[in-house]
Structures are given as C-alpha cells and as structure tokens.
C-alpha cells in the first residue's frame, strides 16, 4: 500500500496571519510530504508492514526506526492541519458535552489553554503537544518528543500543535508563545469535538 499526502483541508493561504502562506508551503509540501515520501521508501521489501495502516504502523513498527518515525510523523501532520481551521468556531465547543467535560477537568477552557501553551513551552526541543482521551474516559494534556506519538499508548488524540521549530520558525522565530496564542484562536472546534465523540 502506498501512502499518499492528503490534501490541505483549505488554501495555503487561509490561515493568515497565524501561518503565511510561505510558511504552509515549506511544512505541508517540504517536511510533510518527505515523511510520506520516507515512510513509503521505509516499506520497500517490508512484507510485515506494508499493507498497515498508519495508526497499525505507529503501535507495531519498532519504536524510533525508520519506519515508526515516518509513519508518526506523518499522521501528526495530517492531524495537526486538520487541528487548525481558517474559520474557528468557539460556539461549536461551548454548546457541547465536550465543552462540560473540559470544564469539570480544568476548570475553564481558558485554563485547559493555559495547561496546553505550559506544556508546549516546558517541552524541549521538538517533538508534540496533545490534547487526549484517556482508556478511561479521562480529558488530559501531554507533550511527546521528536515523532513519538500518544496512540501507541492507546490514547485518542482530540488535537495536536505542532511544537518542531520548522513549524513556526518562518513566522514566528524563536517566539514559541506566539506561536501558541494565534493557534489558538484557529483551532478547529468542531474537529476536536468530532474526536471527543468518535472515540
Ligand atoms: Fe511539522
């Protein structure tokens, strides 16, 4: 099975000014699509793997090989670029059970926020930061490092930020706050909230 790089879910151009267009070029179509590109020469002559899924390839490859890193990172991208929309829709979050349930967990979605940029900015170097579903039904916020990923722990990802500094860096510079702060103002409400109820 050959593994292909999804189309954006919008215009390169649509999520200005959180990310310009030059920035949404570099990581969909440089670093996106090297790891589509990595994980599909990664497969060549793998009988075990090649007809996995990604979210198969992420529990069963071995953890930190080629195969498992390209694979993360792919359904990390594609993830996070659905994380994020032109049109945030906060109403659609606060008329939910997921809504309820962020409330009781942090007590207000401002602090769930709050909790999300402490623990994007407390993660060093690259890597991911999650907002999840626990085995237990449990709302819970984790960073994971370089490609590692939350479902080879059984985790069900609700949204994903990209913390690599190729993924801010053209915009922000150093300033991984900032970053932060406008991301939030584009998550994709009704994405997260169709996690929260598939899962
Ligand atoms: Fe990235």
């Known amino acids: 099975m050959k593994?292909?790089?999804?189309k954006l879910p919008y215009l390169k151009t649509a999520l200005q000014p959180f990310l310009s267009e030059e920035a949404v070029t570099v990581h969909y179509e440089k670093h996106?699509?090297?790891?589509?590109?990595?994980?599909?020469?990664?497969?060549?002559?793998?009988?075990?793997?090649?007809?996995?899924?990604l979210e198969e390839l992420i529990s069963q490859a071995p953890l930190n090989g080629g195969i498992f890193n390209a694979a993360s990172q792919t359904w990390n991208h594609t993830f996070f670029w659905q994380s994020v929309s032109p049109n945030s829709e906060y109403?659609?979050?606060?008329?939910?059970?997921l809504y309820k349930q962020i409330n009781d967990t942090f007590g207000s979605c401002e602090k769930m926020l709050d909790k999300f940029k402490e623990t994007a900015l407390s993660q060093f170097g690259?890597?991911?930061?999650?907002?999840?579903?626990?085995?237990t039904n449990a709302l819970d916020i984790c960073s994971t490092s370089n490609a590692e990923s939350i479902i080879r722990d059984n985790k069900q990802p609700l949204l994903i930020c990209d913390v690599w500094e190729h993924a801010y860096?053209?915009?922000?510079?150093?300033?991984?706050?900032?970053?932060?702060?406008?991301?939030?103002?584009?998550?994709?409400?009704?994405?997260?909230?169709?996690?929260?109820?598939?899962?």
């Open 3 to 6: 593994h292909t790089l999804p």
């Open 32 to 53: 996106h699509r090297t790891y589509v590109d990595k994980l599909n020469k990664a497969l060549e002559g793998e009988q075990k793997y090649k007809d996995l899924s």
């Open 91 to 97: 109403h659609v979050l606060e008329k939910s059970a």
């Open 126 to 135: 690259s890597g991911w930061v999650w907002l999840f579903k626990n085995k």
């Open 169 to 199: 860096y053209i915009d922000y510079q150093n300033d991984r706050a900032g970053y932060l702060d406008a991301f939030f103002d584009h998550i994709d409400w009704q994405f997260v909230e169709n996690n929260y109820n598939a899962s």
